[in-house]
């Protein structure tokens, strides 16, 4: 399927057909492309890039289509990292986290950093990290697979 450009946010790259590749949902998803272009927020003489998610209700494209800030979707990648560093030693603690220290790291990011930490307001937490730590175990492979080929093409960029 086509990613429409008549809509307000301009693809200039696409990867259309991403239902076919979407993780756990592939040949499942309303997640038909993701693309690169120009955002949909742009004032007039201000040009800012946007990566969007591009899904369709099998009618018309949806509402629920995302569109991010190319800094956003890195720092997700970061906090994406972060996570999956931490939990590969969560095993330590009886609840995948020290609740008298429940931050995981800052990391600096223009002048200031990130904190990385348990969400502890939420009420159900201990029973929420397990089961988030399980999704985590169950998708390793897809999520190893994507991370694998980011660290490439990382190394080949000079990063």
């Not at 890195?74 to 429940?102: G, K, M, Q, V």
């Not at 307001?121 to 694998?148: M, P, T, Y």
């Amino acid at each position: 399927m086509k990613i429409p450009t008549t809509l307000k946010h301009k693809p200039v790259i696409v990867a259309e057909d991403y239902e076919r590749i979407d993780g756990r949902l592939a040949g499942q998803t309303d997640t038909k492309g993701l693309s690169l272009g120009l955002a949909q927020w742009n004032d007039r003489g201000k040009v800012d890039i946007s990566a969007k998610v591009w899904r369709y209700t099998g009618e018309k494209w949806s509402r629920q289509s995302e569109e991010l800030p190319l800094h956003r979707v890195l720092d997700l990648s970061i906090l994406i990292c972060r996570t999956l560093e931490h939990f590969r030693e969560s095993y330590r603690f009886d609840n995948h986290y020290d609740p008298a220290n429940p931050r995981i790291d800052r990391i600096g990011l223009q002048g200031d950093a990130m904190t990385v930490e348990v969400c502890t307001d939420n009420e159900k937490i201990g029973e929420d990290i397990k089961l988030f730590n399980q999704a985590l175990s169950d998708d390793g492979e897809l999520i190893g697979e994507r991370l694998r080929t980011l660290s490439r093409l990382l190394k080949e960029m000079g990063y």
